[in-house]
């Protein structure tokens, strides 16, 4: 890609305008990758339009949720943002099947569950040949275990598919934002937020959504003011 | 100092008249009234340094000489710490008249002194239309103005006034601007009741050196001649943008007045002197501080000028534990000396001691000019290639009204020798000069390089047709593969059914047909079909191939099921007197009926092992 590598110049020369303009003619060709999103979020840092880097940084850690790099950098331009939001951290059995159906990206889990039903099927064509007696004893375990694994994986690979498929993360984009207690410019103003916060987004109704704060909080706010991850 | 002028105003200076060394350069210098009325008698002096002649002098016509020149000359000598210094000056005086209006210039003056021609400067006088006030002498004009000066209340009011004088009225935040604060008088002064100087709110103010002593000279304001001073010269550097106002200065003065004798005793003693008071406030001046533009650059310092930066290191190369100065140096015009000190990021291993600070700025009518200078004394504490990074540091440039950079480095330092070197520093106290690695800065990681594994947006496997295809290939394909299992299996016990079915049949027609055998008394059949029916019989229900039919594969396969010793051992015997019989009949001892006999027992008792 001929685009990657002069981006990479302009980076590294300290033109990040251009830099940045660059690798997002590359997502427009229609290609993705996180590794492509945490440059741009790179190229945002350094122009320091933070918000628009965690929208990115928080892209490339959508499709590969271990990117070491990648939650470093969202770290350090997560401390630039306005607001500070206690975390209420969910369930632990909630953060321990996160943290397994994120360890790899969903096409990885996908091939995983298919490989693990040929296995089992391999192991019940054995179970069922005039075959050696030996093969079949150990045929039979194999292919119990691959089974299992087999269905419990096609569901981490639900989950993880889910996850990166649905827009569930909404980065803040407008300096600032009031949040209201129903979708419509009537609604009770509840609490404000700034630009380059991470939200949850829960619903949506009518150009209005509803969204989630990682303390607790709810309510609506106008589509025009966050940019789905 | 101000007051120490306003003294020597009032006093004059002490002269010593002592002789002189001699020995400088020859100076001739001008010297006359810059503005004189008509009708004015003045004096144009000419001062000079060594003993010359008369300088030659070329006045215009309309300044008419009355007397002169008249010579007088002084010796001054300075004792300064034991130094003696002396000046010799020579002053020749010619008292002119002014006989027209206009402004005149005086070509500079020529004196030679042993061979060499000097020049003295032009001299410029500007003759105006004569006034009221002003009453110098001339008889003609004592007449015409002595009624009008007598009307005028003498309240201050125009004979007496302050102003305080600036240069520019709009500047920029940082721009110097010079403030004059002048006195206006056509009275005689005595002594200063009281001066208020204005506070300069708003603003950093610098004093411009003046002359300890204010000298009053002679300036035309709207047509009238005063008598002016400076009392104080300021150069200010407004602080923040908008008005700034500067309040007004307030100054009160004793002035004599000699008033006309009237009775003759007293005219006899000079006449009578009046004291009186008068005082004057000046107009409040607004200044009007614009900005810097926006947006300014980060490494924005606070100057505002004309600056110059210069940065060297003493050495490029040095041993561990020696010295290095590394020195910064800020030189121009400007408000230099307000200017934020530099901050430096100097490598960690250096042991970096507090900058001297040198101020070198001379404050003059021109603005503040000078160094400033900073020298740092660092000590590398370990061996290795060091860098001092670039130092770079923006300023407002007021002649192209835009920020400039200006850069000096960055300093590239070798350090030689080992870290044992650098541990002998501090052997004493631990034995190793080590430390923990510090943060000199966070920054974000650098961006990805390669191909960045891109591919197309949204390509997910999960869920596809390909992904249930490669889930359901495998299951159909092991159903099908079942399902034929199955039939063969259901194909392979149909075989065994048939044969064992077949087997009793069989073995039972070929037992019938001995039997009838045995009744014809053939015993060579009878044995025969015995034989057969055995063999036929075992195969079957043992499915045992045709091609593979021998004794010792039945015998065998008899005894891989567990079949009872004696019962393989009667087969044995059966099979070994049907071969006997009919290999050598001759031998046979047991009647044909009987084997027939033994060989139909065998047959059941194998038909319920072999169940």
């Not at chain 2, 400007?334 to 040198?358: A, H, M, Q, R, S």
Request: charge should be neutral; proline fraction near 5%; glycine fraction near 6%.
């Amino acid at each position: 890609m001929p685009f990657i590598d002069s981006a990479k110049v302009a980076y590294t020369s300290g033109d990040f305008a251009k830099a940045a303009h660059l690798y997002l003619r590359v997502a427009e060709h229609g290609y993705e990758s996180s590794q492509l999103y945490y440059n741009i979020g790179n190229c945002y840092y350094k122009q320091m339009q933070i918000a628009s880097a965690i929208y990115f940084y928080q892209k490339a850690l959508k499709l590969d949720p271990s990117f070491e790099d990648a939650k470093y950098n969202l770290k350090l331009a997560q401390e630039l943002i306005v607001d500070k939001i206690e975390a209420v951290s969910p369930p632990f059995y909630k953060r321990w099947y996160k943290s397994i159906y994120t360890a790899l990206p969903p096409n990885t889990w996908a091939v995983l569950t298919v490989i693990f039903f040929v296995v089992f099927i391999i192991g019940m064509f054995i179970l069922f040949s005039p075959i050696n007696m030996v093969l079949r004893r150990i045929a039979i375990p194999i292919s119990i275990f691959a089974l299992i694994f087999s269905i419990l994986i096609f569901a981490i690979a639900s989950s993880s598919y889910n996850y990166v498929v649905n827009k569930n993360l909404g980065v803040i984009m407008e300096p600032t934002v009031f949040v209201r207690s129903t979708p419509s410019e009537e609604g009770t103003p509840l609490f404000t937020i700034h630009e380059g916060l991470t939200v949850k987004i829960t619903n949506f109704i009518d150009g209005w959504y509803q969204i989630r704060l990682d303390d607790g909080r709810v309510g609506w706010l106008p589509q025009n003011t966050l940019e789905e991850v | 100092m101000l007051m120490k002028s306003l003294y020597n105003l009032i006093f004059g200076s002490l002269l010593l008249s002592t002789l002189s060394l001699m020995g400088q350069n020859l100076t001739i210098e001008g010297k006359a009234p810059r503005v004189v009325e008509v009708g004015e008698r003045f004096q144009l002096i000419y001062v000079i340094n060594e003993k010359t002649d008369a300088p030659q002098i070329d006045i215009p016509e309309s300044l008419r000489v009355i007397y002169g020149p008249s010579v007088s000359q002084s010796t001054s000598m300075q004792i300064i710490n034991g130094q003696v210094s002396s000046s010799f000056t020579l002053t020749y005086t010619y008292l002119l008249v002014a006989e027209k209006e206009g402004i005149y210039d005086i070509q500079p003056a020529s004196v030679n002194y042993k061979g060499k021609t000097y020049t003295s400067n032009a001299v410029n006088i500007e003759v105006v239309k004569g006034s009221s006030s002003v009453t110098q002498n001339p008889q003609a004009q004592q007449q015409q103005n002595q009624p009008s000066a007598r009307t005028k209340p003498v309240n201050g009011e125009g004979d007496f006034f302050v102003r305080v004088l600036v240069d520019k009225t709009s500047v920029y935040q940082g721009e110097a601007l010079v403030a004059t604060l002048k006195l206006y008088t056509t009275l005689e002064l005595n002594s200063f009741e009281k001066v208020e100087l204005p506070k300069f709110v708003g603003f950093f103010k610098e004093e411009i050196e003046t002359t300890t002593q204010i000298q009053l000279q002679r300036e035309n304001v709207n047509g009238r001649i005063y008598q002016t001073g400076v009392i104080a010269k300021y150069l200010l550097f407004p602080q923040r943008s908008g008005t700034i106002e500067i309040d007004p200065m307030n100054v009160e003065v004793i002035v004599t007045e000699r008033t006309r004798p009237i009775d003759p005793f007293e005219a006899f003693f000079g006449g009578n002197v009046r004291r009186y008071k008068v005082g004057n406030k000046s107009p409040v001046v607004t200044i009007n501080v614009k900005p810097l533009p926006e947006p300014k650059p980060t490494d924005f310092t606070g100057g505002v000028g004309l600056l110059r930066l210069d940065a060297s290191v003493s050495k490029n190369q040095l041993n561990v534990n020696d010295a290095i100065n590394f020195k910064i140096r800020y030189s121009g015009n400007g408000n230099i000396k307000f200017l934020d000190n530099p901050t430096i990021k100097f490598p960690k291993e250096f042991e970096v001691y507090d900058p001297k600070k040198d101020v070198n700025v001379k404050i003059t009518q021109n603005g503040a000019t000078g160094v400033i200078l900073w020298d740092y004394l660092l000590i590398p504490r370990a061996p290795g290639k060091f860098s001092i990074p670039e130092i770079v540091i923006s300023y407002f440039d007021l002649d192209s009204k835009t920020y400039k950079k200006l850069s000096s480095g960055p300093f590239e330092v070798v350090v030689e020798g080992t870290a044992a070197d650098a541990s002998g520093y501090s052997s004493k106290q631990s034995g190793f000069y080590r430390q923990n690695i510090e943060d000199i800065s966070t920054d974000i990681r650098f961006i990805q390089t390669g191909n960045l594994d891109l591919h197309a947006k949204g390509n997910y496997f999960f869920g596809t047709p390909m992904f249930w295809t490669l889930y359901l290939l495998p299951l159909v394909s092991f159903v099908i593969f079942w399902l034929l299992r199955i039939k063969q299996i259901m194909d392979q016990s149909d075989m065994v059914k048939l044969r064992t079915r077949r087997a009793s049949q069989m073995s039972r027609k070929r037992l019938k047909a001995a039997e009838k055998y045995v009744k014809d008394n053939k015993d060579a059949q009878v044995y025969d079909e015995v034989l057969r029916a055995l063999w036929q019989y075992l195969a079957d229900k043992l499915i045992i191939e045709q091609s593979r039919l021998t004794r010792d594969e039945i015998l065998q396969q008899l005894k891989n099921r567990n079949i009872d010793e004696a019962l393989i051992e009667k087969v044995i015997e059966v099979a070994d007197q049907c071969e006997m019989a009919r290999y050598a009949p001759t031998a046979m001892k047991k009647p044909a009926s009987e084997v027939y006999q033994q060989a139909v027992d065998l047959l059941v008792q194998l038909e319920k092992a072999l169940k």
